[in-house]
């Protein structure tokens, strides 16, 4: 399995595992501890490492998500505490939901130490919000948790891999959005309201960019060989379906 090919292969399975913490219940506690919406948190809680910047860079480095629901978690969330803290809470609820739900995937300290090495190796060249992750989210406690931040921080690897891909393609962030595969669900989601504009003839620019993306993620694989690759992707495959997201 070449580098890229782990990167297409692996690209659903990182996206849906590393925000599988990020939709729980614990991380909705987490919010109201600190005083803060579920929106709030989200916005907070992914652009937090950048520190406490304006509404506008945080617009710049999420990148699907419409201006306007930016500002509205992100001014609401920095209004009641630090930027600093939310990804505190946010790192703390992400181990403690990998211990929970992943702490009987077999080898999971297997995954823990594949994930890790793709992280360090990987390539935050115009990936601003990736590299802050990198940065804050270092390995520890168990393996369960140690896998769950590495998906969470890999997983804006391959997000910032694709924001750089669809605007190379001259896709607008919501084209991207709406000609992925949750359509207008995401795009409502992402705080896109419609009417929206038709996506048919988007559909071969997101492939040349979905292409693209595997080939900007690749060097995050290059440093396993061939056969940990395969391993990885069969390890991620597996804590898909223990999990039951899509892959």
């Known amino acids: 399995m070449t580098p890229e090919q782990a990167a297409a292969v692996s690209r659903p399975l990182v996206l849906a595992l590393g925000e599988a913490a990020s939709r729980s219940p614990g991380m909705a506690e987490r919010a109201r501890q600190l005083g803060i919406s579920g929106w709030a948190c989200y916005v907070a809680g992914r652009a937090g490492p950048l520190g406490e910047v304006s509404a506008g860079t945080v617009t710049a480095a999420l990148g699907f998500v419409a201006p306007g629901a930016v500002a509205e978690g992100w001014d609401a969330a920095t209004r009641a505490v630090r930027p600093a803290e939310v990804v505190v809470a946010t790192l703390t609820e992400c181990r403690r939901w990998g211990d929970e739900h992943l702490r009987a995937l077999p080898r999971v300290d297997r995954l823990a130490v594949l994930v890790e090495r793709a992280v360090a190796a990987a390539d935050a060249t115009g990936m601003p919000l990736f590299a802050a992750w990198r940065e ?7 393996p369960a948790a140690r896998v769950a931040v590495g998906l969470r921080v890999l997983r804006e690897h391959v997000v910032g891999g694709y924001l750089v ?21 995401r795009a409502l989601a992402c705080g896109w309201p419609p ?22 993620v690749a060097p995050a694989y290059q440093v396993l060989t061939a056969r940990e690759r395969a391993e990885l992707v069969e390890l991620l495959t597996t804590a898909g379906r223990h999990l039951s997201v899509p892959s």
């Open 195 to 216: 009417p929206y504009p038709p996506t048919g003839p988007l559909v071969r620019r997101q492939l040349w960019a979905a292409a693209v993306t595997d080939r900007l």
């Open 136 to 142: 804050v989210a270092v390995p520890t406690g168990t």
């Open 165 to 185: 891909a669809t605007r190379a393609a001259g896709m607008t962030p919501l084209e991207a959005v709406l000609v992925g595969p949750d359509g207008e669900t």
